[in-house]
């Protein structure tokens, strides 16, 4: 199993918008195999449930960005996911710009119809 992070906006700016993009990207690799980590469905977490700082959830999500096996970086504005590629880059981890790229990386074929 191949673990892969999905870094992209998240406050920059259509809010949901950059949300349903990082689903829809990692729908997309769920696809072809991959477990993917989406860090912005702590958007449902932090609106439904607890709320916690800034500051908790950019620790939170290194923690899980240094289980994966690489980042796929979204395109749009956003300093924390640019921290994100940084930290990636930092672990020899693989920093991808686009799914395509990433799945011809791993040499994936869809696992679905």
Request: with cysteine.
């Amino acid at each position: 199993m191949i673990y892969v992070y999905i870094a992209g906006p998240y406050s920059k700016g259509v809010l949901l918008k950059n949300v349903q993009n990082a689903i829809a990207a990692g729908e997309e690799l769920l696809k072809y195999g991959f477990s993917v980590y989406v860090p912005h469905l702590t958007h449902y977490w932090e609106w439904y449930h607890a709320q916690h700082p800034y500051e908790f959830w950019l620790e939170f999500d290194k923690a899980w960005l240094r289980k994966c096996d690489c980042l796929l970086r979204l395109p749009g504005e956003s300093a924390g996911s640019d921290a994100e590629v940084v930290l990636a880059q930092s672990l020899n981890m693989p920093v991808f710009n686009n799914t395509n790229v990433l799945k011809e990386f791993y040499q994936v074929e869809s696992h679905h119809g």
